[in-house]
C-alpha cells in the first residue's frame, strides 16, 4: 500500500501528478510531492485524493526532478504532518516511502535522546531524520542497515541532482526514457514515457540520473541488469463511457474468459499447464487473501471434485503459523490478482524454504508472486483498476477450473466457451430496484451451500467493501445452530441455490427464516414453481451452465448488485473508504 514516484525531466509537477493518479488504487489517505528546482525544494501536501493535491499544485512545464507519494496510512493518522514526502532535521533531504519500518520505534527514541524533532507520527519520517546534507549511495547503504522491515524509498536532497532508491519487499521498479528517468511502485507509471523497465530486487539499492541508473545489491556489489519491455496493450486505462471502473470491469469478465480460452488453448499455455501435471505431489494448498482465497475455496472443490489428493485452502495471513504437513510432495498454488500482496509473499516464501512446489495464478506477469513462482498461470485480465476485484475473480475461478480438468486428464476448453457465450449479467432495473431496497438495510444475510456457500462469501464481500453494509454469510444448514437468531421481522436474507441436489435443502432453510419475519430473495437457475416464487419477494433467474462454473455464473450478477447498492448510497464503488488495492503491509 502507498504509492511512490519519482521522475526527472520536463512537466516535472504534471508528470508526477500523473503518475500518482495510477498509483492511487494503492491508498487514497493523502497525497505530497516534492520538486527541487534551482537548489531549492517546492513542496505540496493534501489530505484525501490526488485531485487534491492537483488543485493545490503549481505547474510548472520546466525541466526538474522530483518525488511523490500517496498514502494508506499505517502509522499515524491522516494528517498534513505524517502525509509524505518526510524530510531530514534541517529540510535538505526529502524521501517518499512505502512500507512498514519495523524498528522505527526505536531509531527514533535513539534520535529523539541527540534531540531531533519529529513533527509527525510516521514510521517513514524516521528515515528521513537518519539522512542528511548531500545524499551518496554510502548513505542509502548506512540506511538500509539501520532498517528493519519493508521498504521501498525515493529520496532526493538540495545538494544532488539524483534520485536514491532503496527497496526490499515493497514493489520499485526503474525505467529509462529517451529524455527523462522515472522510479515507481508500478510500471503503469512509465507508460508514454518509457518503452522498457527494471524491477528492483529485494535488497538493492541505487542512484538514477537522467537517462542512467546505478543498481547495487545487498552485498554492495553493482549490478547490470535486462530492461523488460513494457507491455503497452496491458495498461491501456480509461472508463470507456463508463460512471466508474468497477462497472466496466464487471462487464469485462467476458473479454477474460475470451483472453483465457484463447491463451489456454495455445501450445505454449497448454504446456504450462501440462507442466504442472509433472509435478510429483499428494497434497495440495490453495493460499490467498479476500477475493482471491475465495477464488482458492472454489480451486479446492474443483481439486476435490476431479483429482483424488488432499486438498487444502487457507488464507495466506494464517497460513504460516499453522503446523501441518509442508513438504516436496506438497503442491502450493498462490493466487494473487496483483502479485504483491505482501502475506501471500511471505507464505510463498515460507512454502518454498519447506520445499514445496510453487504455482501462482496472477494478473500481473512482472508481479513478486509471478516471479518467484515455479510455474505462473496468468489470468489475462488486464489492469484491475477499482478496489474491490471482481474480472479477477472469474479469471481466477476459470484457470482453476482448467487445472484441475489438466490434472485429471479432461477436456477443459469447451464448458469455459459456453459459459463466455451465455455469461449474463441480469436485469438492470431488477437488479437495481432490489439494490434501493438493500441501500436501506444495516444488515444482509447470505445463504448457501457447496459451491453457493462460497460464491456467497464472495458476493458478501463485496457488498461490505463497497457499501459498507454489515453482511453476513453461512452455510444453509448452520442457520439452526446459532445464526437465525439474528433474524427479526424485515431482515433480508438472500438465498443462493444453483445446485440441483441441494436446491430444496436450501430453499427449506429459507422459510425457516420466512416463519421468523426475514424478506427473501432467491438467486438461482432451477425451476422456481409458483409456490417457490410466492415466497420470496425477489427472485433472480441466471442461465444454467456447468456446475462448477455456476460460481462464476452468479458472481458477476451479485457484484453488480453490490455495485448498484453503493451507487444508490453516494458511496464511491472504486474507492471504498479504509481501503487499498495493493496489500503491501502485513
Ligand atoms: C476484495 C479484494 C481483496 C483482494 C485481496 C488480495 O474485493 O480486492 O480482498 O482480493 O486483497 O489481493 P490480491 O489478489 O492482489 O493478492
Given at each position: 500500500?502507498?504509492?511512490?514516484?519519482?521522475?526527472?525531466?520536463?512537466?516535472?509537477?504534471?508528470?508526477?501528478?500523473?503518475?500518482?493518479?495510477?498509483?492511487?488504487?494503492?491508498?487514497?489517505?493523502?497525497?505530497?510531492?516534492?520538486?527541487?528546482?534551482?537548489?531549492?525544494?517546492?513542496?505540496?501536501?493534501?489530505?484525501?485524493?490526488?485531485?487534491?493535491?492537483?488543485?493545490?499544485?503549481?505547474?510548472?512545464?520546466?525541466?526538474?526532478?522530483?518525488?511523490?507519494?500517496?498514502?494508506?496510512?499505517?502509522?499515524?493518522?491522516?494528517?498534513?504532518?505524517?502525509?509524505?514526502?518526510?524530510?531530514?532535521?534541517?529540510?535538505?533531504?526529502?524521501?517518499?516511502?512505502?512500507?512498514?519500518?519495523?524498528?522505527?520505534?526505536?531509531?527514533?527514541?535513539?534520535?529523539?535522546?541527540?534531540?531531533?524533532?519529529?513533527?509527525?507520527?510516521?514510521?517513514?519520517?524516521?528515515?528521513?531524520?537518519?539522512?542528511?546534507?548531500?545524499?551518496?549511495?554510502?548513505?542509502?547503504?548506512?540506511?538500509?542497515?539501520?532498517?528493519?522491515?519493508?521498504?521501498?524509498?525515493?529520496?532526493?536532497?538540495?545538494?544532488?541532482?539524483?534520485?536514491?532508491?532503496?527497496?526490499?519487499?515493497?514493489?520499485?521498479?526503474?525505467?529509462?526514457?529517451?529524455?527523462?528517468?522515472?522510479?515507481?511502485?508500478?510500471?503503469?507509471?512509465?507508460?508514454?514515457?518509457?518503452?522498457?523497465?527494471?524491477?528492483?530486487?529485494?535488497?538493492?539499492?541505487?542512484?538514477?540520473?537522467?537517462?542512467?541508473?546505478?543498481?547495487?545489491?545487498?552485498?554492495?556489489?553493482?549490478?547490470?541488469?535486462?530492461?523488460?519491455?513494457?507491455?503497452?496493450?496491458?495498461?491501456?486505462?480509461?472508463?470507456?463511457?463508463?460512471?466508474?471502473?468497477?462497472?466496466?470491469?464487471?462487464?469485462?469478465?467476458?473479454?477474460?474468459?475470451?483472453?483465457?480460452?484463447?491463451?489456454?488453448?495455445?501450445?505454449?499455455?497448454?504446456?504450462?499447464?501440462?507442466?504442472v501435471t509433472e509435478i510429483d505431489f499428494n497434497r495440495v494448498y490453495f493460499v490467498g487473501?479476500?477475493?482471491?482465497y475465495?477464488?482458492g475455496l472454489i480451486g479446492q472443490r474443483y481439486f476435490m471434485n476431479n483429482i483424488k489428493k488432499d486438498v487444502f485452502c487457507e488464507r495466506a495471513?494464517e497460513f504460516s503459523y499453522q503446523n501441518r504437513i509442508l513438504d516436496q510432495k506438497s503442491l502450493c498454488v498462490f493466487i494473487?490478482?496483483?502479485?504483491?500482496?505482501?502475506?501471500?509473499?511471505?507464505s510463498l516464501?515460507y512454502a518454498k524454504r519447506c520445499g514445496a512446489k510453487i504455482v501462482s495464478i496472477?494478473?500481473?506477469?512482472?508481479?513478486?508472486?509471478?516471479?518467484?513462482a515455479d510455474i505462473?498461470?496468468?489470468?489475462?485480465?488486464?489492469?484491475?483498476?477499482?478496489?474491490?476485484?471482481?474480472?479477477?475473480?472469474?479469471?481466477?475461478?476459470?484457470?482453476l477450473?482448467?487445472l484441475s480438468?489438466v490434472l485429471s486428464?479432461?477436456?477443459?476448453?469447451?464448458?469455459?466457451?459456453?459459459?463466455?457465450?451465455?455469461?449474463?449479467?441480469?436485469?438492470?432495473?431488477?437488479?437495481?430496484?432490489?439494490?434501493?431496497?438493500?441501500?436501506?438495510?444495516?444488515?444482509?444475510?447470505?445463504?448457501?451451500?457447496?459451491?453457493?456457500?462460497?460464491?456467497?462469501?464472495?458476493?458478501?464481500?463485496?457488498?461490505?467493501?463497497?457499501?459498507?453494509?454489515?453482511?453476513?454469510?453461512?452455510?444453509?444448514?448452520?442457520?439452526?445452530?446459532?445464526?437465525?437468531?439474528?433474524?427479526?421481522?424485515?431482515?433480508?436474507?438472500?438465498?443462493?441455490?444453483?445446485?440441483?441436489?441441494?436446491?430444496?435443502?436450501?430453499?427449506?432453510?429459507?422459510?425457516?427464516?420466512?416463519?421468523?419475519?426475514?424478506?427473501?430473495?432467491?438467486?438461482?437457475?432451477?425451476?422456481?414453481?409458483?409456490?417457490?416464487?410466492?415466497?420470496?419477494?425477489?427472485?433472480?433467474?441466471?442461465?444454467?451452465?456447468?456446475?462448477?462454473?455456476?460460481?462464476?455464473?452468479?458472481?458477476?450478477?451479485?457484484?453488480?448488485?453490490?455495485?448498484?447498492?453503493?451507487?444508490?448510497?453516494?458511496?464511491?464503488?472504486?474507492?471504498?473508504?479504509?481501503?487499498?488495492?495493493?496489500?503491501?503491509?502485513?
Amino acid at each position: 500500500m502507498c504509492g511512490i514516484i519519482g521522475y526527472i525531466g520536463n512537466n516535472v509537477e504534471q508528470k508526477l501528478l500523473k503518475g500518482l493518479e495510477k498509483l492511487e488504487y494503492r491508498g487514497y489517505d493523502s497525497a505530497g510531492l516534492c520538486v527541487l528546482r534551482h537548489g531549492n525544494f517546492y513542496v505540496e501536501k493534501s489530505k484525501g485524493s490526488v485531485e487534491k493535491l492537483r488543485e493545490k499544485t503549481c505547474v510548472k512545464s520546466e525541466f526538474g526532478l522530483g518525488i511523490a507519494h500517496t498514502r494508506w496510512a499505517t502509522h499515524g493518522k491522516i494528517t498534513i504532518e505524517n502525509a509524505h514526502p518526510h524530510f531530514s532535521s534541517k529540510g535538505e533531504v526529502a524521501l517518499v516511502h512505502n512500507g512498514i519500518i519495523e524498528n522505527f520505534e526505536e531509531l527514533k527514541s535513539a534520535l529523539e535522546e541527540k534531540g531531533v524533532y519529529f513533527y509527525g507520527e510516521t514510521d517513514s519520517e524516521v528515515a528521513a531524520k537518519l539522512l542528511s546534507g548531500r545524499l551518496s549511495l554510502k548513505k542509502i547503504q548506512n540506511l538500509v542497515k539501520k532498517i528493519k522491515g519493508t521498504y521501498a524509498f525515493a529520496i532526493i536532497s538540495k545538494k544532488n541532482n539524483s534520485i536514491y532508491f532503496a527497496k526490499n519487499k515493497s514493489p520499485l521498479y526503474v525505467a529509462i526514457g529517451k529524455d527523462c528517468s522515472m522510479i515507481a511502485s508500478d510500471p503503469s507509471c512509465f507508460v508514454g514515457a518509457c518503452d522498457s523497465f527494471y524491477p528492483v530486487d529485494d535488497g538493492e539499492y541505487g542512484k538514477l540520473d537522467l537517462k542512467k541508473v546505478v543498481f547495487i545489491d545487498k552485498h554492495d556489489k553493482v549490478v547490470l541488469k535486462k530492461s523488460k519491455k513494457l507491455d503497452i496493450d496491458y495498461f491501456v486505462d480509461g472508463k470507456n463511457g463508463y460512471e466508474h471502473f468497477m462497472l466496466k470491469e464487471i462487464y469485462e469478465s467476458k473479454n477474460v474468459l475470451g483472453n483465457i480460452i484463447q491463451n489456454y488453448s495455445s501450445p505454449l499455455y497448454k504446456k504450462l499447464l501440462e507442466k504442472v501435471t509433472e509435478i510429483d505431489f499428494n497434497r495440495v494448498y490453495f493460499v490467498g487473501c479476500g477475493t482471491a482465497y475465495h477464488a482458492g475455496l472454489i480451486g479446492q472443490r474443483y481439486f476435490m471434485n476431479n483429482i483424488k489428493k488432499d486438498v487444502f485452502c487457507e488464507r495466506a495471513s494464517e497460513f504460516s503459523y499453522q503446523n501441518r504437513i509442508l513438504d516436496q510432495k506438497s503442491l502450493c498454488v498462490f493466487i494473487s490478482q496483483s502479485g504483491e500482496t505482501i502475506d501471500t509473499i511471505a507464505s510463498l516464501d515460507y512454502a518454498k524454504r519447506c520445499g514445496a512446489k510453487i504455482v501462482s495464478i496472477t494478473n500481473v506477469s512482472y508481479s513478486t508472486i509471478a516471479c518467484k513462482a515455479d510455474i505462473n498461470l496468468p489470468i489475462f485480465a488486464g489492469p484491475e483498476i477499482a478496489v474491490a476485484s471482481t474480472k479477477a475473480f472469474v479469471g481466477q475461478c476459470a484457470v482453476l477450473f482448467l487445472l484441475s480438468k489438466v490434472l485429471s486428464g479432461q477436456n477443459y476448453i469447451d464448458d469455459l466457451v459456453s459459459l463466455k457465450e451465455d455469461l449474463d449479467f441480469g436485469d438492470d432495473e431488477k437488479l437495481k430496484r432490489f439494490a434501493k431496497k438493500l441501500a436501506s438495510e444495516d444488515k444482509v444475510l447470505f445463504i448457501g451451500r457447496g459451491f453457493d456457500y462460497i460464491t456467497s462469501l464472495e458476493a458478501s464481500l463485496k457488498l461490505k467493501e463497497i457499501s459498507y453494509i454489515n453482511s453476513i454469510v453461512e452455510p444453509s444448514g448452520e442457520l439452526k445452530h446459532g445464526p437465525i437468531a439474528l433474524v427479526e421481522e424485515g431482515t433480508i436474507l438472500v438465498v443462493l441455490a444453483t445446485e440441483s441436489e441441494l436446491f430444496i435443502k436450501t430453499i427449506n432453510n429459507a422459510y425457516e427464516t420466512k416463519s421468523r419475519g426475514a424478506k427473501l430473495c432467491l438467486v438461482t437457475n432451477q425451476i422456481v414453481t409458483e409456490t417457490i416464487q410466492k415466497e420470496f419477494d425477489y427472485v433472480f433467474k441466471v442461465k444454467n451452465t456447468t456446475s462448477e462454473l455456476m460460481p462464476v455464473q452468479t458472481i458477476v450478477l451479485l457484484q453488480k448488485l453490490a455495485y448498484y447498492v453503493a451507487v444508490t448510497k453516494k458511496t464511491n464503488p472504486d474507492k471504498p473508504r479504509n481501503l487499498a488495492k495493493s496489500v503491501t503491509v502485513e
